[in-house]
């Protein structure tokens, strides 16, 4: 080997302690943001304010906070809250609940999160897919409709928002973040799809003014509770409502035309609820065709800590209900928390929303509100209406503070198809077609991961839908697993580079020579395959069985540059490679394994059992080797 | 880009077709050893000749049998006879079942596996592991004791044989040993280690020859109830228990010591029976505090096909017991047919084994015995007594045939304690104090995870010992998923390398640039956290934020060397990440990307956003068009 004793070699000698590996791998498992990094250089005063800062964000902006920022927040502010009154009543109305809840849910959290959230750009309310999503469970689970216990259920409804914001919190605090990795993009899409396809089918109550409809989710049920009470449809409800739903529609069109008159469009629900209101009471709505949302109270959240249920019979539902839809929530949020501050280049922190989310879940359930969070469509509106800081949510609550407290009664004459009109409209931007296209055309498996959501949704229930799709996206990540790439590399002529032999063509072989690349982690897994494979991979080899010539395969080079981990099972797996070709004749040799493999490697003895003068750096000193050590043994035959 | 038109580019048009991406995905998947792959050149009468010898192998090695194979099968058949007797009637007691359907359970399933298996070392029976985990199923799934419902809990160990059988074979055809995978070496271990222990333990029963005991399996349990009863203790029984427990450990240690007279320690077992019996039978040990086994009937198996029991109630205990019992003894026999295929340079089909294994118990099933598998102390025999085919299985099949016919009443005075030294001997071999040890000292999280088992087994039941391994291992190959490992890459000085800057020391770096490596697939489970893994990296790159200068952060190249698939979430993230880039002013190139990431990337027009001319076959090349650029737009400035 003398020849490249010059060459870099693999160091064998360095050893992290125990402490060091785990600690490095908790440290990304749970800290992959680094959230405390810069901390060492400070006091420990100091240490104590950043991390006060960290965990309440409201004291790192709050001292910075300007009269320009207000002016923008108030201006965000006014706007979002012109949202948040129709869509706090409708999405009450799709979750079952009177509409009261829909506003009391727009006036606690907000402030809550303001204090606590780290997105700038977040508006707090109320989303369609969870209200429905907790309506189905809270219903099917327990067998309780509004109409037959109003208040078990809306209690329920308190009690699954304490458990999602404890849920929420803990998975903060516990920095498990990582939990909602496993919810891709491809199965909310699909998800939302599916359900706002659902609810836009549902709002035909709305539309067509009927009495009785069902509980149920599913396509068969709500196609048959449309056509099914045919005598109650209502004409002069559906006329209104297709007038609302194409002002609407226009207004939205308008915006995209001329993305400055955003806020025409934002406040359109509002004009729609207010007109509606208006023409309902002053043509008597209600006694001709047209149903009304009927008496709201005046006054700010009741305190509802006392009314949460934990006993045994509905402790189980509102568990499951909470838990099931405040994952849904985390992941929409956080989603569009993480887009929006993109735009604006800012960071957000995960681990630490959720940990707001989850307060203001928890404050929530206390004041009589249901589940919150950050709605894409509220956030955007919030976002283009130019808010700086998350006073804007501020500002919101103190809007609906205002409303609650005096205006509330007005709201009574809202017909109801005006409230559809509002859900329709903002469900349509959720079934992204174009979105179904792309994945069709980028990648099949995650095209049928997402329909597996979408058509779950809409021919089954929600969460059939949701875990379904969950489902297939872990069995495809446990397949990554289970079966890595493996290739053969060859050498480009004219350079020093290994390259996959069927990917790039023209690339050549030294005779008697494989080299294999292995890209992934080797563990229990995929072990059993890997060994399968190279042994494949050795087989396919020419003239690996006839008569010993030159060209017969004699040494084998494993390329562990992608390797970035292995377990007991994999390294009993290279023990076995080894054996196997060794029983052939074929030497075998390993390039740049990385410091983690090398450390296990070593202390289990394989290093020692392939002979650290086998182990390179690169493809190119393996082969240099290998050559070196023919030539020696042909030059000491020649001597002989 | 002139001055490196010359050197290697990545391929950016070559498709696959869909159809071709999810064939080979298919096969890598389902068919890792490629059974069918030298068909293709033969005619179709052999091709079909081929596929029954593929499935059915005693068609292959049967016409090719000679009398010298005859001779060492035959020798060998009657060795693992003479240990099938004692390990027969042993394992059936320790399932709580009649001595004779042990006896019954090694002779059909032997002659169906010498038709179906594939492995040449492999010697049938039942093993001590599944044997107890039935009964502790059947037993606590049921409260069904073979005391108070003799029939029942036999039947339910026939009908659990059956669902075992039609598993497995179900696995073996749709080739779904990739389940097999997820039972890690390091699990197995420990279950058997723990199992081994919870079985020494309850052979005390037999040792101090007690007439009550526990059916639970935990260690408090039966410690309890060996001491709890210590009225029933019989110092005969113990005695004798020491004398025949000294015979077997010396037997095996002179097997250690001179590994020519394994038969010493093969035939010991059956000596022990058979001198323990002749000595009951002399001084009447039924009366003197030495129990035994009692009536064994004379016959064949009776046919059993009708006491299956497939009514609701029992149905499920019935299938439950079975698959996960049958998932034990695949785990288990896949592994002993594999390491002693290894021993012989030879190769096992993990899924053609399954399908053997599932005809064999569907065919026990049908003849009153229950679960078989290929357990390890009698394939070892097999080995060393120098078989050379399935057909020793057959020899051992008919020198239990004859048993059954002529002799089987005489074995009716064997004392239990016989049975129970024979089954503590074999099982101190399963408690591998060694690689408990070497687990420790090569990976934490393994031993941790053999340590769950162990401990789970032991303490706790055998399900919830499995289970919660299992779980571990998972969650470990998850979290492998979901964080995988990026690096930062320098230079080697002297070479056109590229390594971990954390591994190896002195690396140069360019200024302005960095070199990150991504090693695994990138798709939903992580591309959030590589998104803020990268933006990290870059933050910790000097003085990305101040003036501008030649130091500053201006190109950073994606290493995808190791990046072997990527999903809809990783492309996403992809455009992210070169929008958050961009922000800050820094290009973005990518090295050395795979075929299939290729292929995605275009599809999804990332590789247009990008620019063809920053997609390089090796990180010099990109290092090299960055120089080249910098210089041309200096020279550039000089101009103006």
């Avoid at 973040?177 to 919810?183: E, H």
Wanted: charged letters at 15%; one cysteine or more; glycine letters at 8%.
């Amino acid at each position: 080997m003398g020849t490249i004793a010059n060459h870099p070699k693999v160091n064998l000698t360095k050893n992290r302690t125990f402490g060091q590996a785990i600690g490095s791998d908790l440290k990304e498992t749970f800290f992959p943001d680094n959230p405390f990094g810069g901390f060492k250089k400070l006091s420990p005063g100091l240490r104590v304010w950043y991390c006060l800062q960290y965990y309440i964000p409201i004291l790192e902006w709050g001292p910075k906070y300007t009269f320009s920022y207000f002016r923008s927040d108030l201006l965000a502010g006014l706007t979002i809250a012109s949202l948040a009154i129709p869509q706090g009543i409708s999405y009450a109305r799709l979750a079952g609940l009177p509409p009261i809840i829909g506003l009391y849910s727009s006036f606690v959290p907000p402030l809550i999160y303001a204090v606590f959230g780290s997105s700038k750009n977040l508006a707090v309310g109320t989303v369609a897919a969870a209200s429905l999503l907790l309506a189905s469970l809270i219903q099917s689970g327990d067998d309780i409709t509004y109409a037959a216990n109003p208040e078990l259920y809306i209690n329920l409804f308190f009690t699954a928002a304490f458990f999602t914001g404890v849920m929420q919190a803990a998975l903060g605090f516990l920095r498990l973040g990582i939990l909602i990795d496993f919810l891709s993009r491809s199965t909310i899409t699909g998800f939302m799809g599916g359900t706002a396809c659902i609810i836009i089918l549902q709002q035909m109550k709305g539309m067509l003014g009927m009495t009785h409809f069902t509980t149920k989710t599913d396509l068969i049920s709500v196609l048959h509770a449309i056509f099914h009470n045919r005598h109650e449809w209502k004409w002069q409800s559906f006329v209104l409502g297709i007038c609302f739903l194409l002002f609407l529609l226009l207004s939205k069109h308008l915006k995209e035309k001329m993305p400055k008159l955003f806020w025409v469009s934002a406040i359109a629900p509002l004009l729609v609820v207010v007109l509606g209101g208006l023409f309902a009471f002053l043509v008597k709505g209600e006694d001709h065709g047209i149903p009304i949302v009927g008496e709201l109270k005046k006054g700010l959240n009741p305190i509802s800590i006392g009314h949460l249920t934990f006993q045994g019979k509905h402790l189980s539902v509102a568990l499951k209900a909470g838990v099931l839809s405040g994952f849904l929530a985390l992941a929409e949020g956080i989603a569009v928390g993480r887009s929006l501050a993109m735009l604006k280049d800012e960071q957000i922190d995960g681990n630490k929303e959720m940990i707001a989310y989850g307060l203001m879940n928890i404050a929530g359930s206390f004041t009589s509100c249901y589940l919150t969070t950050g709605p894409f469509s509220k956030s955007a509106v919030n976002y283009h209406a130019g808010c700086k800081t998350q006073f804007s949510n501020v500002v919101m609550s103190i809007c609906i503070m205002l409303v609650l407290l005096f205006l509330a009664p007005l709201f009574k004459f809202t017909p109801l198809v005006a409230l559809s009109t509002i859900i329709i409209v903002a469900m349509i931007g959720l079934i992204e077609i174009h979105e179904f296209k792309r994945l069709f055309k980028v990648d099949k498996f995650d095209f049928i991961v997402c329909m597996s959501a979408f058509i779950g949704v809409l021919m089954f229930t929600m969460v059939i839908g949701l875990s379904v799709s969950v489902g297939l996206s872990l069995i495809r990540a446990l397949i990554y697993v289970a079966r890595p790439k493996t290739c053969k590399l060859g050498n480009i002529p004219g350079t020093d580079l290994y390259r996959d032999v069927k990917q790039y063509t023209g690339t050549s072989d030294m005779p008697g020579v494989l080299v294999l690349q292995l890209g992934s982690p080797i563990y229990f897994a995929n072990a059993g395959y890997l060994r399968e494979r190279i042994s494949r991979w050795v087989e396919n080899e020419p003239n690996n069985r006839g008569d010993k010539n030159d060209e017969d395969l004699q040494f084998v080079v494993l390329e562990m540059g992608g390797v970035t981990a292995i377990d007991n099972s994999g390294i009993g797996m290279l023990f076995e490679v080894q054996k196997i070709l060794e029983k052939k004749g074929i030497k075998i040799a390993m390039t740049n394994p990385r410091q983690e493999v090398v450390e296990k490697l070593v202390a289990a003895e394989f290093v020692k059992s392939l002979g650290e003068e086998w182990i390179f750096v690169s493809i190119k000193d393996a082969i240099y080797a290998w050559s070196y050590k023919l030539q020696e043994s042909s030059n000491k035959t020649e001597e002989v």
